[in-house]
Every structure is written in C-alpha cells, then in structure tokens.
C-alpha cells in the first residue's frame, strides 16, 4: 500500500496548471482553397479573437467575393434565375442559428449569427429570415452578377432541368476553428447546387448535416451532394465517431463510407467530402471522388491539403 503523504500531495495539486491559463496554437480548417478567407479568420485568432468570431469573419470574405460562384452575391443562381443563400453557424456551447434558402443578402453567415443570438429560434427561412436580416440592419442588394447570369442563360440552353453536382468545382465554405482558449465553433455558407429547384435547401446550413461541433469532442463540416450528407447526418457522424475514438481522420473516412455503401447509391456520380477537427487539434478530411482540397491554418501558415478519397482507381 502507498503511503499517502498529504502535505506532498496539496504541493503537488497546487502546482498543476490552471486549464484556462494555458494557450493553445489556434487552427483553422475550411472547405475548397479559399487561403484569403482562411488568412481572415486566422487574423482574428492570432489577436486573441473568439472562434465564433474567427469563422464567421473567414465566411464572409468569400461571400463578398462576387467571383466565387457558389457562395455569397455572385453565387450561380436556381434553375428560375433567383440567388437564394443558406448559412449556419455553431459556436462552443452548442448553439445554433441558421438561415435558408434567402434571397437579396449578402452576409447570410452574420443573419445566421444573429437568429442564434438575438432570438429564441434556431432557424429562419425565406422571406421571414430576409425580413429579419433587414431589421437587423442588413442591406437588401441585387446578388445576381453578370456572370453568374450568363452561365445561367447557357445553363438553360441544353438544360436537363435537375440538380447536378460539379464533382470537381465547389467553394461551398465549411469552416472550423480552435481559438487560443482551445475552444471550437464553424460556420458554413452557400448558395447550395447551382439551377436546383426553386426552395431547394441542401445540408449546409442544417445542424448535423452540414456541420457540427461538440466542444467537448470536436467539429466537423461537409461540402458536396447536400442531399446525401443529409440522409446520413454527416457532420454529426463524424463528431460522434470521433467521441467513439476515432481520429478526424478515420472518422471522415467511415462517414464517406457510409455513404458509398447504402444500396444502390450512385457515389460515383456525386461528390461529398468532410473536415473534422479534435479537441487534440488533430485534423482529418476524406472525399469520395478526388479533386477535393481543404486549408488549414496552423502556426503562422496556410497550406492547401490534397484530400485522401475513396474511388481510387
Ligand atoms: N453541400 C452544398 C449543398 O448541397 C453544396 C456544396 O457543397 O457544393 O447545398
């Protein structure tokens, strides 16, 4: 038996470290290549910023990038010509807020933000999350470009009048930090499947599908056929597996392959691809198709990482 020496022993507890004091490196992790988003947010970090701050600051400069064609004002519109936007956003204590399907503005990543804290609902869609936005202080603005326009106009010349996924061109932003505290939050914006059918809202801005965080464990986001994500509650899975013992790493790849695997799915005509952080600050991302890429911020640099996939041939 140990002797139990207590004198030693209040020593040895008063010379633990208190957890609040220590510094984590801060991590960001996003969906596609956008570096100048991901640099946003790891500014805000480095300055001792929230994550919830961090995400959404990184979401919005792509949204006000009228070249990105799938998030924001620029963003290629529905099959009747109507840019309509989804976005949510998650922060460390496991609130939520989220706006779909929005027409005429632009920050829908910070309308988001604002369902979450500033009313007792967790989603507002259409109309009623426009009007919201407006009383917010929002600007109604035309999101529609000129570009965007043109390739609707093409679009409609050979249309086959369905949703199709690009397997190889997304900017969808799914987008996860850790901030000095160690704390995480995401958020995730977009304009969903370009020339879907009008209404039509896909996993992105829906809790569980298209992100995730659980601050005890970690978070995860996803980008790709918003529909199958959906079916399968990817970004929760991937959390969940993760509390199971998983690393990001494994966990993206059992999520994948839970989507691969149902009856009769047809993955080799869709992409879907998800980011996963852990409270370790390890990170995992795992696609079905190749041409999947994510950024990740961490110690001073943002590299472009080459995601591992499933159909390898
Ligand atoms: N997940 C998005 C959606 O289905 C699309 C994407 O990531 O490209 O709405």
Redesign the pocket.
């Given at each position: 038996m140990i002797a139990c020496n207590s004198e030693q022993n209040k020593k040895q507890v008063s010379k633990a470290p208190i957890v609040e004091d220590v510094i984590i490196k801060p991590i960001v992790i996003a969906?596609w290549n956008t570096p100048i988003a991901v640099n946003e947010a790891a500014k805000v970090l480095e300055s001792g910023g929230t994550a919830l701050d961090a995400v959404e600051a990184g979401c919005r400069i792509e949204e006000a990038n009228i070249d990105n064609q799938?998030v924001g004002i620029g963003a290629l519109p529905d099959r009747d010509g109507n840019v309509t936007l989804?976005a949510c956003i998650m922060d460390d204590k496991g609130n939520y807020g989220a706006v779909l399907c929005v027409e005429n503005i632009t920050h829908v990543v910070s309308v988001a933000r604002k369902v979450m804290e500033e009313t007792p609902h967790a989603i507002l869609v259409g109309k009623g999350a426009e009007e919201f936005a407006v009383s917010e202080g929002f600007k109604r603005e035309k999101l529609l470009s000129e570009k965007s326009k043109k390739a609707w106009e093409n679009w409609k010349g050979t249309s086959k009048y369905q949703p199709i996924?690009?397997i190889e061109n997304?900017?969808?932003i799914?987008m996860l930090a850790v901030d000095k505290k160690g704390s995480i939050s995401g958020a995730?914006t977009?304009?969903?499947?370009a020339y879907?059918m009008r209404g039509?809202?896909?996993?992105?801005p829906v809790i569980g599908g298209?992100l995730f965080i659980d601050n005890e464990i970690g978070g995860a986001a996803?980008?790709?056929?918003?529909?199958e994500?959906l079916k399968t509650v990817g970004s929760f899975l991937v959390v969940e597996l993760m509390r199971q013992g998983k690393t990001p790493q494994e966990a993206c790849k059992e999520a994948i392959k839970r989507i691969v695997s149902k009856p009769n799915s047809d993955y080799k005509n869709f992409?879907?691809?998800y980011i996963a952080v852990n409270k370790k600050g390890e990170i995992g991302g795992y696609s079905i198709h190749e041409w999947f890429s994510y950024n990740v911020y961490r110690e001073g640099k943002t590299k472009n990482i080459t995601s591992d996939y499933y159909l390898k041939t």
């Open positions: 969906t799938t989804d996924i690009n997304h900017d969808t799914g995730c977009t304009s969903g499947l879907k039509r809202v896909g996993d992105s298209g996803a980008t790709g056929l918003g529909e994500v992409q879907v691809a």
